[in-house]
Each structure stands twice: as C-alpha cells, then as structure tokens.
C-alpha cells in the first residue's frame, strides 16, 4: 500500500537504548548513531534504560522538558515502554534503531534491519502516523495476543532461550504444545459474537509477531482498522505444519482460521487467560482492545 509521508525539521533528541539488546548491539549503535546525529547538526543525549520500565520514565521525563524527537535503540518491549509514555499524540515524533529480538515494527514500516542503514533513515526526518491499540491505559503498536500464541511469548520473555530471534519463538512454540488447554471464548467484534473454544486470538496493527511470523498478513499499520486471527482448536501436528506457513500467511487459508477486521475487540475466556501485546503482559482478559486512528507519528524510509 502506498503511503504518504512528510519531513519535519527537529533539532533535539533524546535517544534511548537497550544495552543488553541484540547481545550488546544496542549499546554499540547507540553510540553510533549518537556521533551520527551530532556531526549532522542535531543536539541531544544518548541515555541508556538499566532495567524494566526505565524506557519509559525515560521518556516521560524527555517530553516533560519540551523534548519531542525520541528514538528508540532496542526491541519492541523497549518501543512499547516510550510508546506508552508517548501515548497517543502525534507532535512526539518517534524513531527507531531495530536490535532486538522481533523487530516487527521496523520490519512494518520497512525500517532496515542493518542499524547503521536505520540510522541513514533517522537523518532524512521523513515521518507517517500510524495507528495504535489501547488496551485500558496501555497502548500497543503491533499485536496483541490471548490463547496459545500468547503462552508463547510469555516463556520467551521469561524463560528465556539459547536460541535467538524467530528460533526462540520457533522451540518454544513447539515445547508448549503439550502444555496448553484451549479455552472456551466469547470475542466481539464489528463482525458479530463468536463463542466457542480457541486456540488462539491475534489482533494487531502489523502483519507480524515473534520476528516475522505472519499472524495477519494483510495488515495496513494506518488503515483505522485491526486485522483479527482466531484459530480453532487443532491437532498438535496441524499446529506444526501451520507454523510453517505462518512465515508466508498462508495459514490464513485453512478451515479453522478466521481473518476479520474491526475498529474494537471486546474478549473473554473461561478460564480466564492473560492478554498480551507487543510481547509484553496487558493483563488478564476480559478485556476491550480499541483503535487509535494514526495516534503515533514515526520516522520511516
């Protein structure tokens, strides 16, 4: 889909990295990147997070000064803190240096994944809204998840693996199959009720999740609209064959998923499972998902 874009003129910046992120690549580039910027004309600091949550009392504390340029060197969970302390507004331009795990916002906006190409993009200032979801008070930018998917990336995030990127989401996809009880479900949408059991419930702004899994394929990141998948339960085996596609979208063919659009998403389960979005923990369902129109303005290509 072609969009449309406009350049800013911003002087001040405040660049907030994950030190740890990318095995040690967001400290470097933010080095990098902060030479870069300098020796362009750009005034700023470079300030590196120490642990969870400190992205986001970073950034709070940059916009309470008058600063409206924050760049974001790390994965979607440091994104999600700053977008949280951004919240919807559109004068807070937002930039990014991928180095984590998934990148799957960058990889929406076709931010490269080389950061000092990243880097190149942050210099020319070119910007495009975007939507995001709410959630209550929390505020996402790709996918949030309830079901199986979503057990997934929790023992990603918390466990931890030797693998990285897309091959940690891969093994633990595999290892939860035997540890996962679908759910029965009420989901409400502009497509109507639906009730019954779940494998899981996608409903995002990006096409992907877990660094490249194409859970909505067809998602627009301005389009006012969420792309929802709901898959059905399913034997273990079609679960592994259908991880495969997910890298192309072609899961979005078999008889027990559902592709809709709607503007908000209201879920419940019995038992109740817990909601996540961005890969990071919203809460426990039920829970209403709402559409912030182009409520986030980005730096992109």
């Known amino acids: 889909m072609k969009f449309s874009s406009m350049r800013v003129n911003l002087s001040t910046f405040r660049l907030i990295a994950n030190p740890i992120s990318g095995k040690g690549r967001g400290r470097k580039f933010s080095e990098i990147a902060l030479k870069k910027l300098e020796a362009a004309g750009f005034e700023g600091e470079l300030v590196l997070t120490t642990g969870p949550g400190h992205a986001n009392q970073l950034a709070q504390d940059a916009i309470s000064t008058g600063i409206r340029w924050l760049i974001a060197c790390g994965g979607d969970g440091t994104i999600h803190e700053i977008v949280n302390a951004i919240g919807p507004r559109r004068d807070i331009i937002l930039g990014l240096?991928?180095?984590?795990?998934?990148?799957?916002?960058?990889?929406?906006?076709?931010?490269?994944?080389?950061?000092?190409?990243?880097?190149?993009?942050?210099?020319?200032?070119?910007?495009?809204?975007?939507?995001?979801?709410?959630?209550?008070?929390?505020?996402?930018?790709?996918?949030?998840t309830c079901g199986y998917d979503a057990e997934v990336g929790r023992?990603?995030?918390?466990?931890?693996?030797?693998?990285?990127?897309?091959?940690?989401?891969?093994?633990?996809?595999?290892?939860?199959?035997?540890?996962?009880?679908?759910?029965?479900?009420?989901?409400?949408?502009?497509f109507g009720i639906l009730e019954g059991k779940i494998l899981l419930t996608s409903v995002g702004i990006t096409s992907s999740y877990g660094?490249?899994?194409?859970?909505?394929?067809?998602?627009?990141?301005?389009?006012?609209?969420?792309?929802?998948?709901?898959?059905?339960?399913?034997?273990?085996?079609?679960?592994?064959?259908?991880?495969?596609?997910?890298?192309?979208?072609?899961?979005?063919?078999?008889p027990?998923?559902?592709?809709?659009?709607?503007?908000?998403?209201?879920?419940?389960?019995?038992?109740?499972?817990?909601?996540?979005?961005?890969?990071?923990?919203?809460?426990?369902?039920?829970?209403?998902?709402?559409?912030?129109?182009?409520?986030?303005?980005?730096?992109?290509p």
């Open 97 to 144: 240096i991928p180095c984590g795990k998934g990148n799957d916002l960058a990889s929406a906006l076709r931010i490269p994944k080389n950061p000092i190409q990243a880097i190149e993009v942050l210099l020319a200032q070119q910007t495009r809204q975007i939507d995001l979801g709410k959630i209550g008070d929390k505020i996402f930018h790709t996918i949030a």
């Open 256 to 300: 027990d998923v559902q592709i809709h659009r709607t503007r908000t998403l209201c879920i419940d389960t019995d038992p109740p499972l817990k909601l996540y979005a961005d890969g990071e923990l919203i809460g426990p369902v039920p829970a209403k998902i709402e559409m912030v129109n182009q409520g986030m303005t980005v730096v992109v």
């Open 155 to 190: 023992r990603v995030t918390e466990e931890g693996s030797i693998l990285s990127g897309t091959l940690a989401y891969v093994q633990k996809a595999i290892t939860t199959l035997s540890k996962f009880d679908p759910p029965d479900a009420r989901i409400e949408g502009d």
């Open 211 to 254: 660094g490249g899994m194409k859970i909505l394929p067809d998602a627009v990141v301005d389009d006012g609209l969420f792309d929802v998948c709901i898959v059905n339960p399913i034997p273990n085996l079609t679960i592994l064959r259908m991880l495969v596609t997910l890298y192309w979208g072609g899961h979005i063919n078999h």
